[in-house]
């Protein structure tokens, strides 16, 4: 017997509950709840519409100007990612001792992705064609929103890799590129990380890829 707010209670420790208070539920199948973890490795990120874009400072005649299979290099370079949320800053209305909120203009933050920098598909190389064409350095000129804006895929799995949602995040493109410096005295992987803008972003469940 225990003191809980100045009462006494008795043990209930041989009772059995009449809801699951336990994770064995999650694993029971004969309950009719058998639950599969997510995990946070059993994910792709996606960039569409990237086919046939030159590489930086590249005027297209060169024979190898394009870069190529960069949908493919960016899916399987991708090692981390943000997941697309937004907030919305309340209204607040004062009258007298009281306030009211009211829901505000909605924010997408920025966004990340990180890469492992393989060299033989040259994942640096097409990082840097997609924020070419937002900004080329060679002409300082800054593109068009069609040339640089494109719709992007998050898509969640399974453990055996069947599809559990995706987000399509809209009209993406990078604002930055950043790299960790080289080091002799390092052996570590390379990696690239992109900051990602866009416009708003949302869950579509039809599966369809």
């Given amino acids: 017997m225990i003191k809980i707010n100045g009462k006494s209670i008795n043990s209930t420790v041989d ?45 297209g005649s060169e024979s190898n100007a394009i870069v190529e299979n960069i949908e493919e290099v960016i899916r ?7 997941i697309p949320h937004f907030s919305q800053d309340p209204i607040t209305v004062r009258r007298g001792n009281s306030v009211v909120k009211y829901a505000g203009v909605p924010t ?9 920098d393989y060299i033989g598909i040259d994942t640096k190389v097409a990082l840097m064609s997609w924020q070419n064409l937002s900004y080329n350095v060679k002409t300082e000129k800054v593109g ?24 399509i995040l809209h009209g993406c493109w990078i604002s930055s590129l950043t790299e ?15 900051t990602i803008q866009y416009d708003w972003a ?8």
């Fill in 15 to 59: 009772q059995s509950s009449s809801k699951p208070i336990g994770a064995y539920i999650l694993a029971n199948e004969s309950a009719g709840f058998l639950a599969e973890i997510q995990r946070t490795n059993n994910f792709e990120f996606v960039v569409t519409n990237l086919q046939g874009i030159k590489k930086p400072g590249m005027s």
């Fill in 76 to 82: 399987l370079s991708v090692n981390s990612t943000s």
């Fill in 108 to 116: 997408f933050p920025e966004g990340s992705i990180q890469v492992n």
């Fill in 144 to 167: 068009l929103v069609t040339d640089y804006k494109r719709d992007c895929w998050l898509v969640e799995y399974t453990p055996d890799y069947q599809e559990v949602r995706r987000w």
């Fill in 180 to 194: 960790p410096e080289y080091n002799h005295d390092s052996n570590d992987k390379h990696t690239i990380s992109a």
């Fill in 202 to 209: 949302e869950l579509d469940f039809t599966g369809e890829t």
